[in-house]
C-alpha cells in the first residue's frame, strides 16, 4: 500500500489491491503510481507519478499588492487577476479562479486610482500623466488596450471628429457624408461604426468609381469594376 500526503492539504490518498507484478518502474528503480482521484480533494484533480518532480502544493493566495503576484511567495508580475500568468493558469486548471480578487474596473470620472481624461493634444496619449505617442482613439497602445478590456473605449474622444460627419434628416440613415446605409449604432452603419471603434478614424466616404458596377450593389470593386460576389457570378455565368 501507498500513501502520498499533499503539502498544505488535509487530504491524505491511499491507494490498495495494487498488483505489485504488474507494477511499473521508472528510470529511478522506483515503483511508479499513478493516483487519479479528483473527487477526493475539491482543490484540484491529481495526477502524481511517485519519483518524478515533487508534488503539486496548494497555492495560498494572499492580499493583492500593485503590479505583483497575488500567490503568497511568488514574485512575478501581474499577467490577470493580480496573478502571474503560470499562477493565474494554473489556478484555472485547478477551478480556483474564483478565488482571485476580482480586477479592478477603472472609470474615468476622476475617482481615486483612475483614470482622468485630459484634453486631446496632438501625438501624446489623452489619458492624464501619460506622454506616450498615440497609437488609437488618441490612446496610447496600453492605455487603449487597458479601456478596451474595462469596457470603457466608448468614452475616448473620437480621433477626427470632423471628418465627413453630417447631420441628417432621416435618423435612421447613416451620418457619414455620401452613405446611404442604414444606422445600427451611434449614427453610423455597421461599416462605418465598427471601422471607427477599431480605428477611431473615419475615412472619406466611397467614391462612385469605386463601387461595383452591378446595378443596385454598394460593394467595393476590384480590378474587373465589379465585387466579388458579381465578379464571381460573371465568371460562371461565361463573362454574362
Not at 506616450?132 to 474595462?150: F, G, I, K, Q, S
Not at 470632423?162 to 452603419?189: F, H, M, N, W, Y
Not at 452591378?214 to 467595393?220: N, Q, S, V, Y
Amino acid at each position: 500500500m501507498y500513501w502520498l500526503v499533499l503539502s498544505g492539504c488535509s487530504t491524505t490518498f491511499w491507494t490498495s489491491n495494487i498488483d505489485k507484478q504488474n507494477d511499473s518502474r521508472n528510470f529511478a528503480g522506483q515503483p511508479a503510481l499513478l493516483v487519479t482521484q479528483p473527487a477526493l480533494c475539491n482543490d484540484y484533480p491529481v495526477e502524481v507519478k511517485r519519483g518524478r518532480g515533487r508534488p503539486p502544493h496548494h497555492l495560498v493566495i494572499g492580499a493583492p499588492v500593485e503590479g505583483v503576484c497575488v500567490v503568497v511567495g511568488c514574485g512575478r508580475r501581474v499577467y490577470q487577476r493580480h496573478a502571474c500568468e503560470p499562477h493565474y493558469r494554473r489556478l484555472r486548471r485547478e477551478n480556483r479562479a474564483d478565488e482571485l480578487p476580482a480586477p479592478r474596473r477603472h472609470n474615468l470620472n476622476g475617482d481615486a486610482g483612475a483614470m482622468i481624461l485630459r484634453a486631446p493634444v496632438e501625438g501624446v496619449c489623452v489619458v492624464e500623466g501619460c506622454d506616450a505617442p498615440t497609437r488609437t482613439r488618441n490612446c496610447c497602445e496600453n492605455h487603449y488596450r487597458r479601456m478596451l478590456r474595462d469596457g470603457r473605449a466608448g468614452e475616448l474622444p473620437i480621433a477626427r471628429p470632423d471628418l465627413d460627419l453630417i447631420p441628417t434628416p432621416d435618423p435612421g440613415r447613416c451620418q457619414i457624408r455620401g452613405c446611404e446605409a442604414s444606422v445600427l449604432k451611434r449614427g453610423g452603419c455597421a461599416q462605418h461604426f465598427h471601422q471607427l471603434l477599431k480605428s477611431g478614424y473615419l475615412l472619406p466616404a466611397r467614391s462612385e468609381a469605386r463601387l461595383c458596377g452591378a446595378e443596385g450593389c454598394r460593394r467595393i470593386a476590384f480590378g474587373s469594376g465589379l465585387c466579388g460576389f458579381h465578379a464571381h457570378r460573371k465568371k460562371l455565368r461565361g463573362g454574362a
